[in-house]
Every structure is written in structure tokens, then in C-alpha cells.
């Protein structure tokens, strides 16, 4: 029973979902894990709701062998006290204009529980429209619009999704490839959850196959321009307020450094200045236009210009 699977406090009137996952291998830039933090924490979200430790028990590991305490659940002790009981993550934050954050953990396990419990509690606060956004590191051009690639849950979605910038995924259909988490609900949705309506965007953080000092590779680890690039598409699509000028004001700066120093890499290798040349022209984008939805009655008006000036034998 969906009341099993998660729990509210309270049922705040909202309208929009937006949901990333921390500890799952489709968060390039930090993307799916960062950039619902960084929603909640900038508009100050108020956790109301979580999934159930029945939830808990049935979609994960206690531990992995090797992995020290990557997978365990968290807990904390005050002098030598329990003070926090074990938990996972997989919480509902409201932030303002009816949208509702998720930021949960990948399941290991029973993905049909997970679905279900994600899918109920969609359903029971009422939500119209659900994105999951998560990110993968690759090699494009710092300084252009990150590549957003979309899949969707139902057929009639296409057409308002496509007028925001958007390349649709054509995943898995040469071969085998198993989805991420985002995509997986995205099916589940199709499949089993027709009348909820769910789409997934996800960004290609800049990713070089260059070392720097501290043998890390070159790019942006947390990629803010990647967070603004979908924000201002999922703002237009939920018709919401946001401000998203702090974003593209550190994402311009991130992407500026990479840049110089891909510019300082060039000039010192040959090889290298290859590879970045090729990248930059190999890559494809959709460059986002923010549409706009005219009044009705502006909208027919001109119609009639337009069509009155098509018609022949009018005087000029």
C-alpha cells in the first residue's frame, strides 16, 4: 500500500516534481546530485515527506565488499551515543511555486518497490508533471550551451518538450544499454504508470582525456552551467519563478577557467590542441530559444495580418 511506502508530515499544494539521485553513475558535473541540493538549499526547502524504511530494507545493501562505507546507510553518535538513527536518503523538499524537489539514492535492489513508492507519492500530492535531470561527463566546448537530451513517458509530450532546446534520445535501440535511474522510472512510467506524465533531461558536462597536476582529468566536476542550461528549460516548461542569475554567473566563470586552460594545454601540444580543435568541431547542440506563448487574441490578430497580406490583389 503506497502509505507503507513513504511518509508526509504534510501535503503542501504543488503542482511540479524535479528529482536527482546522489550515489548513482549518471551524475556527470554532479548534475543529478548537485543541482536538487542547490534548489533546496538556495530556497531554503522545507523536507516534508521520505520514502520508508521498508524501502530502505528491500532497495539496498548493508555494504559492498571493497567499497569501505560508500554504501552503507549514514548514522552519527554524540559521545559514544546513537543520536541519529540509520537512514537513507530519499526525501521530498518543497522550495516555492509549487514545485516539489526529490533527492533520493540509486536503488541496488527491487527497482519495482522504488518505482512504486516514487510513483504513489507522486499520485498522492497531486503532481502534473515530473523531471528527472542527471548528467554525464564527456568532451564539448566549455564555453557553448551544454547538450540536453531528453526522454519522455508519453506521446503527447512531444510536441511541448521539443520547443525547448532539446535532443531526444534514441538510447539503447542499437544494442544493448542498460538505463540509468532517471531513464528506468521514465519506462516505468510508459509501461506501467500511463497516466503520469515524466521526462528525463540530461547534460554532457565538459570532460577532457587530459591529466592536470593532481592526476585528476580536465573539466568541470560540478557544472554549473549545466544546472542553468536546464533550469531555464524546466522553468519555461512549469511556467515557475526562478532566478537563475547566480547560476549562469558562476557557470560563465567555471567555464571560463576550463577554457583558458585548455587554451594554455593548446599552446604547448600539439596533440593536444588536436583533440581540442576536433572536439569543438565534432560537437552538436541545440541552442535554446525560450518560447513564447502569445495571448489567443494577439495570436489571431496576427494570423489575419499574415494572411491578408498572402492574399493577392490587395492594394500596397
Known amino acids: 500500500m503506497p502509505e ?5 508530515t504534510d501535503k503542501p499544494k504543488v503542482s511540479y516534481l524535479l528529482a536527482g539521485w546522489r550515489r548513482q553513475w549518471s551524475n556527470g558535473g554532479r548534475i543529478s546530485s548537485g543541482l536538487p541540493r542547490y534548489l533546496i538549499d538556495t530556497n531554503s526547502g522545507r523536507q516534508f515527506g521520505q520514502f520508508s524504511e521498508y524501502v530502505n530494507r528491500m532497495c539496498y545493501p548493508f555494504q559492498v565488499a571493497g567499497t569501505h562505507d560508500a554504501f552503507r546507510p549514514s548514522a552519527a553518535f554524540n559521545e559514544g551515543l546513537p543520536s541519529v538513527a540509520m537512514s537513507r536518503q530519499n526525501s521530498f523538499y518543497e522550495i516555492g511555486s509549487g514545485l516539489v524537489v526529490f533527492l533520493g539514492e540509486e536503488p541496488w535492489y527491487r527497482l519495482d518497490i522504488y518505482a512504486e513508492a516514487f510513483f504513489s507519492a507522486i499520485k498522492e500530492l497531486g503532481i502534473q508533471q515530473t523531471v528527472a535531470v542527471e548528467g554525464v561527463n564527456g568532451p564539448a566546448p566549455p564555453d557553448l550551451e551544454r547538450r540536453i537530451t531528453c526522454v519522455y513517458s508519453r506521446p503527447e509530450m512531444r510536441e511541448q518538450l521539443e520547443r525547448h532546446g532539446v535532443q531526444f534520445s534514441s538510447y539503447g535501440s542499437r544494442g544493448r ?26 547534460a554532457m558536462a565538459p570532460m577532457y582525456p587530459f591529466m592536470t597536476s593532481n592526476n585528476n582529468q580536465l573539466g568541470i566536476t560540478q557544472d554549473h552551467r549545466a544546472y542553468y542550461d536546464i533550469l531555464r528549460r524546466v522553468r519555461s516548461l512549469f511556467k515557475i519563478e526562478m532566478d537563475l542569475s547566480e547560476l549562469e554567473q558562476m557557470g560563465n566563470r567555471e567555464s571560463q577557467e576550463l577554457l583558458d586552460n585548455l587554451e594554455r594545454l593548446g599552446r604547448t601540444n600539439s596533440e593536444a590542441k588536436q583533440i581540442i580543435d576536433q572536439v569543438r568541431l565534432d560537437y552538436q547542440y541545440t541552442p535554446y530559444v525560450e518560447p513564447v506563448d502569445l495571448d489567443p487574441a ?5 494570423e489575419n495580418i499574415l494572411r491578408d497580406i498572402g492574399e493577392p490583389g490587395q492594394d500596397t
Do not use: E, K, N, W
Not at 4 to 8: I, Q
Not at 182 to 199: E, I, K, N, R, T
Open 4 to 8: 507503507d511506502l513513504f511518509t508526509f
Open 298 to 302: 494577439l495570436d489571431q490578430a496576427l
Open 177 to 202: 544499454q542498460g538505463p540509468t535511474i532517471g531513464m528506468a522510472l521514465v519506462s516505468a512510467a510508459h509501461y506501467q504508470y500511463p497516466d503520469v506524465q515524466m521526462f528525463r533531461m540530461g
